[in-house]
């Protein structure tokens, strides 16, 4: 097949795509590389900035240079409705372009759009989410600002269109399965996300427990990193002479894969019931992740047997109780590390998971 992959979160599209070409399929990631983190991609379709006159120019070079080479595929996957860097007025005809000149459309499911979040605040289908805590909608400036951009909106609007039309909905974590099978039971489809196998690094041994956390400044808040920095900084404080901190900062994916190495634990995603594409990418180099790892995450994989992820409830005292835990009983790590290299191979293991999306594609 031929398979077209439009933009990237988190690596997701740049992991996939190395699965469906070691099946066979000829695939084309063009991308943005998401920002400074600059995830590797075959097209890059960057917007120098948000002027005017940039934007002229990006739609330009969209419809005379990249579009036209757009065409021909069987597939075409979309990391979300908003694809490229344009109000959603500027996406309708770009949508209907590759839906006329290609073959399946499918929607990714992998990140903020208009029907997480008004899911998560009106049928409230989570315990807790990116924006709610039971039945109270989370009033934060992070979250109340996602709300603005994406209810009752163009991008309302664009999202609903693109999710009727398409061929199918792709939801990379329990979450968004949750919350698209509500509105587009038979269209849904759940697959895990796939990260890059590499040979699990020696499981190393120090003196000191190495927490490790990375903060993207501009979201730090709406995922809950500032709460999960204070409980580590407050656990440093109170065991300095047996715990360190390591921060990265809004840091290329490259980089920040080197800080990371070497650590015990990494602090990820406080309000996820999931580990995300960073958490996964730490356990497969066996390092033990303090986040999402609620039952249901377990359920939808059919993982019976191993638990690795220490689940935390979306609250300081929780971090902290997790991390004081982990300083108080080092015995646990070893068993925990070697049950995150486990998991990682079992569920996320880009070329298994490249199958599950061969088969969909198939199936359509």
């Known amino acids: 097949m031929r398979i077209l992959l439009v933009n990237d979160y988190s690596g997701l599209h740049a992991n996939l795509s190395q699965g ?14 998401n920002g400074w983190r600059n995830y590797p991609r075959d097209i890059s379709v960057i917007r120098k900035s948000p002027s005017h006159i940039d934007g002229v120019r990006y739609l330009l070079n969209l419809w005379t240079r990249i579009l036209p080479r757009l065409t021909g595929y069987d597939v075409v996957q979309l990391i979300n409705p908003i694809c490229f860097d344009l109000r959603p007025e500027r996406l309708f005809p770009i949508y209907r372009f590759l839906r006329r000149h ?5 929607l990714g499911a992998f990140g903020e759009d208009s029907i997480w979040a008004r899911t998560c605040i009106e049928e409230k289908p989570l315990r807790y989410s990116d924006h709610n805590f039971g039945n109270m909608v989370r009033t934060d400036a992070a979250s109340q600002d996602l709300l603005d951009v994406w209810v009752n909106t163009p991008h309302e609007k664009l999202t609903r269109h693109i999710a009727n039309d398409c061929d199918a909905i792709v939801a990379c974590l329990y979450e968004y399965m949750a919350c698209y099978q509500l509105h587009y039971p038979a269209k849904t489809h759940f697959i895990p996300l796939p990260i890059v196998r ?20 501009k979201r730090s808040a709406y995922k809950g990193t500032d709460i999960m920095l204070r409980a580590a900084q407050a656990i440093v404080e109170r065991y300095p002479d047996r715990v360190e901190l390591r921060t990265a900062y809004s840091v290329p994916y490259a980089e920040y894969q080197l800080m990371m190495n070497n650590s015990d634990v990494i602090l990820d995603q406080l309000y996820s019931y999931t580990p995300s594409m960073n958490s996964l990418l730490a356990m497969s180099k066996g390092i033990v992740v303090v986040g999402g790892g609620e039952p ?25 109780h997790a991390l004081e835990q982990l300083v108080l009983h080092p015995e646990c790590l070893p068993r925990l590390k070697r049950e995150s290299i486990t ?22």
């Open 20 to 33: 469906l070409r070691s099946l066979g399929h000829e695939v084309t990631v063009v991308s943005n590389g």
């Open 102 to 106: 290609n073959g399946k459309m499918i």
């Open 198 to 217: 590499q040979t699990p690094p020696p499981i190393p041994s120090h003196p000191r427990l190495r927490l490790f956390i990375g903060i993207d400044r």
């Open 296 to 320: 249901e995450n377990y359920e939808i994989i059919q993982e019976n047997e191993l638990r690795p992820i220490i689940n935390v409830e979306p609250t300081e005292q929780s971090v902290f």
């Open 343 to 364: 998991y990682v191979d079992r569920h996320h293991d880009h070329l298994k998971v490249a199958r599950q999306y061969e088969a969909l594609y198939q199936s359509l």
